[in-house]
């Protein structure tokens, strides 16, 4: 009998039903087994019962009682003593800092204006409610400045939703029936565990699994073979498979008749795209992306797993579009196990959240957005700079002109992020933190870099101590969670902080007084649409999570019916005309091959490099970065380059290297290996700046330039020089 199920029929423990928060696809089930007595969590296990968990928890999550218990976490309100990023801080009671941060926000309203408020989050807890869901309601109600999330994914759901419609994909059990596999930009062993087992069903049957990435990293070792790309260069590889299976005729000309739109067109833009021509831009050899696009085209079911990283470049929304075509091209889409996945997000689209977010509370205000990754420029008092961090989702999106860009941004509340350690241009984001004319609160579970700015820290809770629902990105169940234990110290949930600061601020609206279970229950009931039937508050209370009523096995796009506004996959795309992008699929290249090309170097200079900077397989953004486990398992911030670089520059394993550009330099212990590119250098991320030599990490070089859609990021994007430190 194992532990778990002894615990069962323990009658001392409480086993409790709840879910993982983190930025993560696989959005766990999790049970926690919670001692009478003392009221103590002492386990925690993936339920066994969730199709996907399947009773298994990631490294990181399996050893969260370790995060909820730490030592360092924050257990009463602080006030900043010392100056700004020094994090010296005295305790002071819920009542203080409320009352002073309402006076404070008051006083900023009425000189500069409510715009001059800017909440900054993102997926610190992906929960609807611990997320945005009270926040949204006290930022609607004060009329604050928006905040465009655009961090993590945006400019690879346009491109995607462009293609097909919405970011809907194989289901990620039906990966089991593929025969062949393309981890394409994902270290699924790292970012996305729980997709590995149906992969290996897969294999079992016979299936190959091959990854294509810049680095050879956990997942490629364990696939069958790892194609080396250079990075943000992906369309062009695509643009070639197509080119291939065209001209041999290997695609499916019945699907494309019955179900797509453009054919023509696209075959006139791969036309031009040989293998030859693709394998100098990319560096994979014309004769493997020949024999690819043959093994794509003709291998039925084939599935392409696309994640996140592929798309951090300033071409990453055309790539990622012209990934997306090839499904469709070879029919894949007719089988169980054939298509592409970037993100199950979409099949949850229609989850209505207006009772939830409350924008109603805006009263016909319209506050500008932010786009979240100009941080740096937005902290300025330059209105060019802040102009310039203004959110333009699209190129006929009007930019405005510094005197169009509003009040200087006077408070910051920042919750479920940690900005000075993940925003690009880190040096620009710690000069805009550090301002003494900047009112700065931070919700948080620790005295991160950010918080080491703060005004305020004000304790938030964990996922053991709150209530929250939870829509996955990597599967189809909708999940409850239910806390387990009660709020350590004098923590407190977000929603109840922001109830709290409502308050202060002397909003007496209804909605600011409604429980969690309240709220959450009111939101489970506002869902109308046939997907979310049979999902009820008491099913959710019984069982933990529901799957979304959809067919099993759920083939999206067997006959069609792509939520595109032609009902097809749009190879031809005449939205992309309207909002100024080319309507058929080309190549836009990486922002660091133009540069690479424009700059002199010195004839006795070796070349710069091309950055990336990945996940550190131990954290997860910037969460569990501060767990002596953690830190032990990763070592220390470092840069890999590989043999040919290392060499020219005189660089020995161990050394330490300067890694700079125009933005600032940060000083990296180098790795030399073969498991990287050649002319790419890659720093695994995101650690603290704290726990970074010199307070700075690798996005001290990350610009705050922006993809070529949805403003994303370009933390992939990134030319730097390398030399031995002096």
């Not at 919750?415 to 710690?430: G, L, M, W």
């Not at 902080?497 to 002397?506: C, D, E």
């Not at 010195?602 to 830190?631: G, K, M, W, Y």
């Amino acid at each position: 009998m194992t532990t778990h199920t002894q615990y069962r029929t323990d009658p001392a423990i409480d086993i409790i039903t709840g879910v993982c928060p983190h930025d993560c696809p696989d959005t766990c089930s999790w049970q926690v087994a919670v001692d009478r007595a003392s009221g103590r969590a002492v386990d925690i296990w993936g339920h066994p019962d969730h199709p996907v968990t399947q009773g298994r928890l990631c490294g990181k999550v399996d050893r969260y009682l370790e995060r909820t218990y730490h030592a360092g976490r924050l257990t009463t309100p602080l006030k900043r003593v010392g100056p700004k990023g020094s994090g010296q801080f005295e305790p002071v009671s819920w009542e203080q800092a409320l009352s002073d941060i309402g006076s404070r926000l008051q006083a900023i309203i009425a000189e500069h204006g409510a715009e001059a408020v800017l909440p900054y989050s993102y997926a610190g807890t992906m929960g609807l409610l611990q997320g945005d869901g009270m926040a949204a309601r006290f930022f609607h109600r004060l009329g604050a400045s928006h905040l465009a999330q655009t961090i993590c994914s945006e400019a690879g759901f346009e491109g995607y939703r462009y293609t097909i419609g919405a970011t809907e994909g194989i289901d990620t059990v039906d990966f089991a029936h593929a025969r062949l596999i393309l981890i394409w930009g994902s270290n699924t062993l790292t970012s996305n565990l729980h997709l590995w087992p149906f992969v290996q069903a897969a294999r079992k049957q016979g299936a190959r699994v091959i990854v294509i990435d810049p680095a050879r990293t956990r997942t490629a070792d364990a696939a069958d073979e790892w194609i080396a790309i250079r990075p943000g260069t992906d369309g062009a590889l695509a643009l070639a498979m197509m080119q291939v299976i065209v001209a041999e005729g290997l695609h499916d000309q019945a699907y494309v008749d019955a179900y797509t739109v453009g054919f023509a067109e696209l075959k006139a833009a791969a036309a031009a795209w040989t293998p030859a021509r693709a394998a100098a831009i990319t560096g994979v050899p014309a004769p493997r992306i020949e024999q690819l696009a043959r093994e794509y085209a003709t291998t039925r079911p084939a599935a392409i797993r696309i994640n996140y990283g592929m798309q951090r470049h300033y071409g990453g929304g055309m790539a990622m579009r012209t990934i997306t075509c090839l499904p469709a091209l070879i029919g894949a889409w007719r089988h169980r196990g054939g298509g592409i996945q970037l993100s199950a997000s979409g099949n949850f689209r229609h989850l209505e959240r207006s009772s939830l977010y409350r924008p109603d509370l805006l009263a016909g205000r319209t506050p500008r957005t932010i786009n979240m990754n100009r941080l740096g420029d937005a902290l300025s008092h330059d209105d060019a700079r802040l102009a310039r961090a203004h959110y333009r989702l699209r190129p006929v999106d009007p930019a405005p002109n510094p005197d169009q860009a509003g009040p200087p941004v006077m408070a910051l509340i920042v919750y479920n992020s940690n900005p000075a350690a993940v925003a690009p241009d880190q040096a620009a984001v710690h000069a805009g933190l550090a301002r003494e004319d900047l009112f700065t609160v931070v919700l948080e579970h620790f005295q991160t870099d950010t918080a080491d700015y703060a005004d305020y820290v004000l304790p938030a809770t964990t996922q053991l101590e709150h209530w929250d629902i939870l829509k996955p990105y990597g599967h189809l169940f909708l999940a409850l969670n239910r806390p387990a234990i009660a709020p350590v110290g004098q923590s407190l949930p977000n929603s109840e902080i922001f109830r709290r600061l409502a308050a202060a601020m002397g909003y007496d609206d209804p909605c600011f007084s409604e429980t969690d279970e309240a709220v959450l229950r009111d939101l489970v009931a506002a869902q109308t649409h046939p997907r979310f039937a049979g999902i009820t508050w008491e099913r959710l209370l019984a069982e933990g999570f529901a799957r979304l009523n959809l067919p099993e096995p759920y083939l999206p796009f067997v006959e069609g019916n792509f939520p595109t506004p032609s009902g097809k996959c749009e190879f031809y795309s005449q939205r992309m005309a309207d909002d100024g992008y080319p309507p058929v699929p080309v190549y836009t290249p990486p922002r660091w091959a133009d540069e690479l090309g424009k700059t002199a170097v010195a004839a006795d200079e070796p070349p710069p490099l091309a950055c990336i900077s990945p996940p550190a397989h131990s954290f997860l953004n910037s969460t569990f970065v501060n767990l002596a486990r953690f830190q032990r398992r990763e070592g220390q911030p470092l840069l890999q380059i590989h043999p040919q670089d290392a060499a020219v520059r005189g660089i020995c394993p161990g050394d330490v290297v300067e890694v700079a550009n125009e933005l600032g330099a940060v000083h990296l212990p180098a790795v030399i290996t073969d498991a990287i590119t050649p002319g790419t250098v890659l720093a695994p991320g995101v650690w603290w700046a704290k726990f970074s030599p010199g307070g700075r990490t690798i996005n001290q070089v990350t610009p705050q330039d922006e993809a070529d859609m949805g403003a994303g990021a370009l933390f992939y994007d990134t030319l730097v020089t390398v030399r031995r430190a002096r």
